[in-house]
């Protein structure tokens, strides 16, 4: 037998629905075959579980007013959701391994050569602690709820709730198809971290919370978060290899698109190749707009029906070639014309802001301005036409030292920046800006 995880073995079957147990039942465990490691002389078990045994079992330690032993986040419901919809949703619902702690009544007993065995849990609520994915789990306990109420519909009306028995099946599937488990022998954490405490601390005995907590801590203080341009760019390449299913890509289907122009804008012929920060830039980029951020700057355009059908989705691939060739002659013109009227801020970007994310926010804001006050013309504005209507922006101060933006900050900086320039084009005579700042006052911003 080669090493690796083995299957969960229940000595009973649960009852009927998979909502999450609160009773003791006496004398019963769940048997996880498994195979152990030593830790630095922790014991440490790798297994699989099946998610309907978990959650009769689990525990989390979150923060709340009235529990002090915490250690955990604040459970966020709409993690806890994007969990679910990846579950039910994804063909490649890979969940990794939970870490969990489990104490000295949990017993393993080998049965296969030295480091394979059988950890016994016992069928008792909070005999397995969570102590590293609480929102994998929260997941699964929304599965098992709505099961739970579809389940008892059934079994009230069966006519009725027979259209629902193939999703009955589907979450049944979900429940009780393994998933990856480490479990922590918390008793030998304990015994291990007794060697390194402080000498006045020793008549105290450690508790489990107090272990875990440890685990929990070292874990979120080492992990660094996913770099916001490098989830952007890996989301665009996901959503153009086809895979849907995952609800943190499609809750904004418009950023791989907008990826896909921006990253077009960076590396090929345009006035702006170059010249975004990238997930893999170097420390000299650090000082100009990141990806994320000039992605994000593109909304109020991604806002505009003529500039991107928001059923792109379902459109054929001529169409989606089609709009983004349109989408991405248009911001090549208008940065064009930017380049033109300001050249000094392009070739010395460490002096002047205006490659910084909230002059990019600000000045991509007045892209979608001038997109839409060419809409009456019936067409996308050509680059003659750009420059007419921002042309008299030409002088605009974008130097670090005198800017009349240099001291703006944060989104609302990024709206009075916004507002500052079409000021200035409506006291040129513009009156497409006087509409556009009606507007902005009239959101409130």
């Given at each position: 037998?080669?090493?690796?995880?083995?299957?969960?073995?229940?000595?009973?079957?649960?009852?009927?629905?998979?909502?999450?147990?609160?009773?003791?039942?006496?004398?019963?465990?769940?048997?996880?075959?498994?195979?152990?490691?030593?830790?630095?002389?922790?014991?440490?078990?790798?297994?699989?579980?099946?998610?309907?045994?978990?959650?009769?079992?689990?525990?989390?330690?979150?923060?709340?007013?009235?529990?002090?032993?915490?250690?955990?986040?604040?459970?966020?419901?709409?993690?806890?959701?994007?969990?679910?919809?990846?579950?039910?949703?994804?063909?490649?619902?890979?969940?990794?391994?939970?870490?969990?702690?489990?104490?000295?009544?949990?017993?393993?007993?080998?049965?296969?050569?030295?480091?394979?065995?059988?950890?016994?849990?016992?069928r008792v609520q909070k005999s397995i602690r969570v102590i590293d994915g609480q929102h994998r789990v929260a997941g699964f306990?929304?599965?098992?709820?709505?099961?739970?109420?579809?389940?008892?519909?059934?079994?009230?009306?069966?006519?009725?709730?027979?259209?629902?028995?193939?999703?009955?099946?589907?979450?049944?599937?979900?429940?009780?198809?393994?998933?990856?488990?480490?479990?922590?022998?918390?008793?030998?954490?304990?015994?291990?971290?007794?060697?390194?405490?402080?000498?006045?601390?020793?008549?105290?005995?450690?508790?489990?919370?107090?272990?875990?907590?440890?685990?929990?801590?070292?874990?979120?203080?080492?992990?660094?978060?996913?770099?916001?341009?490098?989830?952007?760019?890996?989301?665009?390449?996901?959503?153009?290899?086809?895979?849907?299913?995952?609800?943190?890509?499609?809750?904004?289907?418009?950023?791989?698109?907008?990826?896909?122009?921006?990253?077009?804008?960076?590396?090929?012929?345009?006035?702006?190749?170059?010249?975004?920060?990238?997930?893999?830039?170097?420390?000299?980029?650090?000082?100009?707009?990141?990806?994320?951020?000039?992605?994000?700057?593109?909304?109020?355009?991604?806002?505009?029906?003529?500039?991107?059908?928001?059923?792109?989705?379902?459109?054929?691939?001529?169409?989606?070639?089609?709009?983004?060739?349109?989408?991405?002659?248009?911001?090549?013109?208008?940065?064009?014309?930017?380049?033109?009227?300001?050249?000094?801020?392009?070739?010395d970007t460490a002096r002047h802001l205006l490659l910084r994310t909230l002059a990019v926010y600000a000045l991509n804001g007045?892209?979608?301005?001038?997109?839409?006050?060419?809409?009456?013309?019936?067409?996308?504005?050509?680059?003659?036409?750009?420059?007419?209507?921002?042309?008299?922006?030409?002088?605009?101060?974008?130097?670090?030292?005198?800017?009349?933006?240099?001291?703006?900050?944060g989104e609302r900086g990024a709206t009075e920046a916004h507002r500052l320039l079409l000021t200035r084009l409506a006291d040129?005579?513009?009156?497409?800006?006087?509409?556009?700042?009606?507007?902005?006052?009239?959101?409130?911003?």
């Amino acid at each position: 037998m080669t090493a690796g995880v083995v299957d969960t073995v229940s000595e009973d079957e649960p009852a009927a629905g998979h909502a999450r147990r609160t009773h003791r039942v006496g004398g019963r465990k769940i048997r996880v075959p498994a195979v152990l490691s030593d830790v630095k002389g922790i014991p440490v078990y790798s297994g699989k579980i099946k998610p309907s045994d978990l959650l009769a079992v689990y525990d989390v330690k979150q923060f709340s007013a009235e529990e002090l032993d915490w250690y955990q986040r604040k459970l966020f419901e709409k993690k806890a959701r994007d969990v679910q919809a990846y579950l039910e949703r994804c063909p490649i619902s890979v969940i990794p391994a939970l870490l969990v702690g489990v104490g000295a009544e949990s017993i393993f007993a080998h049965t296969d050569g030295q480091d394979f065995g059988t950890l016994s849990v016992p069928r008792v609520q909070k005999s397995i602690r969570v102590i590293d994915g609480q929102h994998r789990v929260a997941g699964f306990q929304l599965i098992a709820d709505e099961l739970s109420v579809l389940e008892s519909r059934a079994r009230l009306d069966p006519v009725v709730e027979e259209p629902a028995r193939e999703r009955r099946e589907f979450m049944r599937h979900i429940l009780d198809s393994p998933i990856p488990i480490t479990a922590v022998d918390i008793s030998g954490a304990i015994k291990a971290a007794e060697g390194k405490r402080a000498a006045h601390f020793k008549n105290q005995s450690l508790t489990q919370d107090e272990a875990e907590r440890v685990i929990f801590f070292i874990l979120n203080k080492t992990q660094k978060g996913l770099n916001p341009s490098l989830r952007d760019q890996l989301a665009y390449r996901i959503w153009f290899s086809g895979i849907r299913g995952i609800p943190a890509i499609e809750e904004e289907e418009w950023r791989p698109y907008a990826t896909r122009l921006v990253e077009d804008l960076n590396r090929h012929e345009s006035p702006l190749k170059g010249l975004i920060a990238e997930a893999a830039a170097s420390p000299g980029m650090a000082r100009r707009v990141r990806l994320s951020s000039f992605v994000t700057s593109l909304r109020d355009l991604f806002d505009i029906p003529e500039f991107f059908d928001k059923e792109t989705e379902q459109r054929d691939e001529k169409f989606r070639e089609s709009q983004h060739e349109k989408e991405l002659k248009y911001l090549r013109e208008y940065w064009t014309v930017l380049r033109y009227l300001f050249p000094d801020a392009f070739q010395d970007t460490a002096r002047h802001l205006l490659l910084r994310t909230l002059a990019v926010y600000a000045l991509n804001g007045l892209a979608a301005d001038v997109f839409k006050w060419a809409l009456p013309q019936g067409k996308t504005p050509t680059k003659e036409r750009v420059k007419e209507l921002v042309g008299p922006l030409a002088g605009f101060d974008w130097t670090r030292d005198k800017s009349p933006i240099k001291a703006f900050g944060g989104e609302r900086g990024a709206t009075e920046a916004h507002r500052l320039l079409l000021t200035r084009l409506a006291d040129s005579g513009s009156s497409e800006a006087v509409q556009s700042l009606n507007d902005l006052d009239s959101r409130g911003t």
